[in-house]
T-cell receptor, first 110, second 114 residues
Framework: GQSLEQPSEVTAVEGAIVQINCTYQTSGFYGLSWYQQHDGGAPTFLSYNALDGLEETGRFSSFLSRSDSYGYLLLQELQMKDSASYFCAVPPYNTDKLIFGTGTRLQVFP | DAGITQSPRHKVTETGTPVTLRCHQTENHRYMYWYRQDPGHGLRLIHYSYGVKDTDKGEVSDGYSVSRSKTEDFLLTLESATSSQTSVYFC?????????????FGSGTQLSVL
């Protein structure tokens, strides 16, 4: 089966760096995705790691290590607008599905 | 904008009544998904479709059925709504066939079953 675990909540101040971890137990998957969701809004795609290592997109970076069953989303130079929920997700092998983690609520304070 | 419209946006219904939610897309994408979102559970897959009349179950399909008679429309039906089905329902599409890692979501439907 598949399960993805994330911390339920993370807090940080503007300008800081925060890391949101995702650990998983799954029988096999193609890669690791990250989504952002603001309160009352729809999830929006942030990034996808098809390979192990670090992927950087502006202030956001995402990391995957299959050997450690672990990934993270790194947010730098935090802004108030980064306050949202963040979800990791995996597409398991031999399926057309995307399975989501439980989500991490990030609160950024001034 | 992936051209996804969900209707209705909000609905209040009573236990035991049938409810149908609609997801409409304008760009002829093959894959469409229905998720529900509840506090503490994240997004859970209900059903998905990989073409007209081609559907499959997700993690939490009990109590739900789906239909896709046209490429652009994916319907989710609660045959007899229960209070446990109170949730926010999101439809999503995959722009790339066979690559579900990047989904585009509709605005959601808030369903309350009293």
């Amino acid at each position: 089966g598949q399960s993805l675990e994330q911390p339920s909540e993370v807090t940080a101040v503007e300008g800081a760096i925060v890391q949101i971890n995702c650990t998983y137990q799954t029988s096999g998957f193609y890669g690791l995705s990250w989504y952002q969701q603001h309160d009352g809004g729809a999830p929006t795609f942030l990034s996808y790691n098809a390979l192990d290592g670090l992927e950087e997109t502006g202030r956001f970076s995402s990391f995957l290590s299959r050997s450690d069953s672990y990934g993270y989303l790194l947010l730098q130079e935090l802004q108030m607008k980064d306050s949202a929920s963040y979800f990791c997700a995996v597409p398991p092998y031999n399926t057309d599905k995307l399975i989501f983690g439980t989500g991490t609520r990030l609160q950024v304070f001034p | 904008d992936a051209g996804i419209t969900q209707s209705p946006r909000h609905k209040v219904t009573e236990t035991g009544t049938p409810v149908t939610l609609r997801c409409h897309q304008t760009e002829n994408h093959r894959y469409m998904y229905w998720y529900r979102q509840d506090p503490g559970h994240g997004l859970r897959l209900i059903h998905y479709s990989y073409g007209v009349k081609d559907t499959d179950k997700g993690e939490v399909s009990d109590g739900y059925s789906v239909s896709r008679s046209k490429t652009e429309d994916f319907l989710l039906t609660l045959e007899s709504a229960t209070s446990s089905q109170t949730s926010v329902y999101f439809c999503a599409i995959s722009e790339t066939t066979g690559d579900p890692e990047k989904l585009f979501f509709g605005s959601g439907t808030q369903l309350s079953v009293l």
